[in-house]
């Protein structure tokens, strides 16, 4: 496996409404508009990843809820359709992306050693999580970067500032944009 490093973090905001706002063509229902300041900074947040031309994106996401360990997406391919379980009527999505599966591999073997229970995601039928596919759309319409995604486990593991800073330091070197969605209630 190539080394690289981390280049950049993203807060990403992901209600599907903003998919819905810009009217891909993915998305079956149809919208007027909104949400400009959001898709506004989305579209600063695009410039500056396009500047930096990364390999790959690492999407955290907290709408692929595991209750036991975290799961990272190992399937080559993946596509199909995303529904908002909360809102269908404005967000039904296809899609359809590239999963670095030997980055993610590598990413769960390095959550294992750091005693996070971790199992690669090998189910060729899973369906991709809104939250995930809300971030991507809005971060790289283009779908032509790889992705490494990571579900949110629902028991808490805990870090302190300086271990989190720490943690950030020692991957530093590793190569690929993090491209983090956060729920924000």
């Known amino acids: 496996m190539k080394t690289g490093k981390i280049l950049a973090g993203y807060l990403a905001p992901h209600p599907p409404h903003l998919v819905y706002a810009e009217n891909p063509p993915q998305n079956k ?68 992306f590239d999963v670095d599966v030997e980055l993610a591999q590598a990413c769960c073997a390095e959550a294992r050693a750091a005693g996070l229970v971790s199992k690669m995601m090998t189910n060729p039928e899973f369906r991709v999580d809104y939250g995930t596919i809300t971030t991507l759309h809005m971060m790289r319409p283009q779908w032509d970067i790889p992705v490494v995604g990571i579900s949110a486990n629902n028991s808490p593991y805990y870090l302190d500032n300086e271990q989190d800073l720490d943690e950030i330091r020692r991957h530093s070197g590793q190569g690929h944009i993090t491209c983090h969605s956060k729920n924000r209630a």
């Open 29 to 96: 229902p149809r919208s007027q508009g909104g949400w400009e300041p959001l898709r506004r900074a989305y579209e600063r947040a695009r410039a500056t990843l396009d500047a930096l031309k990364p390999d790959v994106l690492l999407v955290h996401s907290p709408h692929w809820v595991t209750q036991v360990g975290h799961h990272f997406l190992g399937i080559p391919t993946l596509s199909g359709k995303s529904v908002d379980p909360i809102f269908p009527n404005i967000f039904r999505y296809d899609y359809k």
